[in-house]
């Protein structure tokens, strides 16, 4: 029997076939078990809700559905109900690994922990021992353990099999060092997740993490490479669009400006990223600036300004005019005024908090001016 967490519906026809045959009352038990464990994973990984129909969410935002907790307490509580009456059955480590994710999933970490040290401590031979490994990190990372988790998973895929269990480990191993911005050892990760066989949309969000990593690591033209890659494979708007974007950025650092432009020109014409329309005015503004057209970069923050009320990129539009004044029209006034806009107009805490820090340094150059 395959007893690993790869297809749930087929746990479900062995389970009954079992039950039918024998009706061991352990086998029912177990088999309840994972019938409501089933439709509590159906329903926590169900699509994300969207606000409108056929509307993308914005960008960085995630919309879950509701946890359904009832089914994971019940599910909790039968396994239980098994490890209790049946210690010594077969199905002990499935049980472990059951109360293991039901536990995360209600977010009791600590009793989701012990689960899964149990698993791994008292069954070494278990099928479900990269499992319990792979969720046993994300536990130490939900607990601000990024450390233990990576130390779990360098240690851990050493010794796993090749294939989607081992491309599960690395990806996350690979997003454990990306959370932590070591971008060489996040790069290396999600490179070798990839030559593992991954799962759909997990293979393009790879592959886009992989690029990002490169790019934040000086290797623009492998970046380049990566993202061109997700930028026409990945079925999500946000990340496509932010892959085309990084592209772009890798074609400007390998001097190649007039590709780099021709980039988000196309995305600018593509009805698929009509909502990021006004993202793209930006990132077009800022490779004017980038490539020496200041005047018009001038043309395009100002016209951004003038058609938005409001807004984080209302903001940025105001601090890089505010450094057009400072670096390149040299007029501190101005830049001040700029810097002070920025502030009222409801900037990102981390571009306000730049906009303190220079107009702090303005003034003190203005005051050192007048004196």
């Given at each position: ?335 001040k005024s700029l810097l002070d806009s920025v502030i009222r107009c409801g900037a990102s805490r981390e571009i306000a908090d730049s906009a303190r820090m220079a107009i702090d340094q303005i003034s003190k150059g203005l005051l050192a001016l007048e004196n």
């Amino acid at each position: 029997m395959n007893r690993y967490f790869v297809s749930i519906s087929a746990w479900t026809i062995v389970f009954a076939s079992i039950l039918f045959l024998s009706g061991c009352a352990y086998f029912n038990t177990m088999y309840n078990a994972q019938k409501k464990f089933e439709e509590a994973e159906r329903e926590v990984e169900a699509p994300p809700q969207q606000t409108e129909p056929g509307r993308p969410l914005p960008q960085g935002t995630v919309q879950p559905r509701p946890v359904p907790i009832e089914k994971y307490r019940k599910v909790i509580e039968t396994s239980a109900k098994l490890l209790e009456n049946y210690p010594k059955s077969r199905w002990v480590d499935d049980a472990l690994l059951l109360m293991g994710i039901s536990y995360y999933r209600i977010n009791d970490l600590a009793r989701a922990e012990r689960k899964f040290s149990e698993l791994t401590t008292l069954f070494p031979n278990s099928p479900h021992i990269t499992t319990a490994l792979i969720w046993k990190a994300r536990v130490l990372s939900e607990q601000k353990r990024s450390e233990e988790a990576i130390e779990l998973l360098r240690e851990g895929t050493g010794k796993m099999k090749s294939g989607t269990r081992k491309a599960d480990a690395l990806f996350l191993l690979g997003n454990l060092y990306y959370d932590l911005k070591k971008w060489g050892d996040a790069a290396e990760q999600f490179h070798l997740s990839l030559q593992q066989k991954q799962r759909g949309e997990q293979r393009y969000t790879a592959l886009y993490r992989y690029g990002l990593s490169l790019y934040n690591s000086g290797k623009h033209a492998e970046a380049r490479d990566a993202l061109s890659a997700s930028a026409k494979a990945s079925n999500s708007i946000a990340q496509a669009y932010d892959a085309y974007v990084y592209w772009s950025r890798c074609e400007l650092a390998l001097q190649n400006p007039a590709q780099a432009e021709a980039i988000l020109l196309r995305v600018r014409s593509s009805e698929r990223f009509l909502d990021y329309t006004d993202d793209i005015e930006l990132e077009l503004a800022n490779l004017a600036l980038e490539t020496g057209r200041v005047n018009d970069a001038m043309t395009l923050y100002q016209n951004y300004i003038a058609e938005h009320e409001t807004g984080e990129g209302r903001g940025l539009a105001f601090y890089r005019l505010a450094s057009i004044q400072r670096y390149h029209q040299v007029n501190l006034t101005l830049a001040k005024s700029l810097l002070d806009s920025v502030i009222r107009c409801g900037a990102s805490r981390e571009i306000a908090d730049s906009a303190r820090m220079a107009i702090d340094q303005i003034s003190k150059g203005l005051l050192a001016l007048e004196n």
